[in-house]
């Protein structure tokens, strides 16, 4: 059964700090892995996909690496900005059938 | 990409009351998904909704208490019925989209529901 867990919990960080944020799954044979973004009440936005082929991805100040032997995924985030407070999840699918196991998420809090 | 959007965005009901949450994609897609978020939890999956046929429910969860429809492509629905306090939590639907060779997910904007 896959499970997916990701530390810490909750990050508190100075303006300008860059961070990583880590996800951990215990079956290595995923497809995929995404990174989204929550913030309070809201619903989700996707970060970066990573194929299991990809070793990672980039966007704009975020980061994502994928190891699938360990089976971590980490979430890289340069030059922190008040902007990106908000919780960081990331999930993989079950098989292939496109439903979602997520981790428990990082809340992200960043300070001006 | 695709743009997902929900109604209600949010609620607040009597318990032993049931709302309907629905879901509107701006494009055709197979695949359709309804989740749970309860308070300080992670999302949970409740069902797959497939068209033209019944939702495949996750264990813990039953179609009497979460019907779910899906009449066509781009549009579905997810009743919480009967509801209790401890239906209080975020809902939202999502999409999967093929590119190429992979898939992403794509979620709505989530229904706050809280029950009285």
């Known amino acids: 059964k896959q499970e997916v867990t990701q530390i810490p919990a909750a990050l508190s960080v100075p303006e300008g700090e860059n961070l990583v944020l880590n996800c951990s799954f215990t079956?290595?044979?995923?497809?995929?892995l995404q990174w989204f973004r929550q913030d309070p009440g809201k619903g989700l936005t996707s970060l970066l996909l990573?194929?299991?082929?990809?070793r990672e991805q980039t966007s704009g100040r975020l980061n994502a690496s994928l190891d699938k032997s360990s089976g971590r995924s980490t979430l890289y985030i340069a030059a922190s900005q008040p902007g990106d407070s908000a919780t960081y999840l990331c999930?993989?699918?079950?098989?292939?059938?496109?439903?979602?196991?997520f981790g428990q998420g990082t809340t992200l809090q960043v300070k001006p | 990409s695709a743009v997902i959007s929900q109604k209600p965005s949010r609620d607040i009901c009597q318990r032993g009351t049931s709302l309907t949450i629905q879901c509107q994609v701006d494009?055709?897609?197979?695949?359709m998904f309804w989740y749970r978020q309860q308070p300080g939890q992670s999302l949970t999956l409740i069902a797959t909704?497939?068209?033209?046929?019944?939702?495949?429910?996750e264990s813990g969860f039953v179609i009497d208490k979460f019907p779910i429809s899906r009449p066509n492509l781009t549009f579905s629905t997810l009743t919480v019925s009967n509801m209790s306090p401890e239906d209080s939590s975020i809902y939202l639907c999502?999409?999967?989209?093929?590119?190429?060779?992979?898939?992403?997910?794509?979620f709505g904007p989530g229904t706050r529901l809280t029950v009285l």
């Open positions: 999502s999409v999967e989209i093929w590119d190429s060779s992979y898939n992403e997910q794509f």
């Open positions: 079956d290595s044979a995923i497809y995929n």
């Open positions: 990573i194929q299991s082929s990809q």
């Open positions: 999930a993989v699918p079950f098989s292939n059938t496109g439903k979602l196991i």
């Open positions: 494009s055709q897609v197979t695949m």
């Open positions: 909704a497939n068209q033209g046929s019944e939702a495949t429910y």
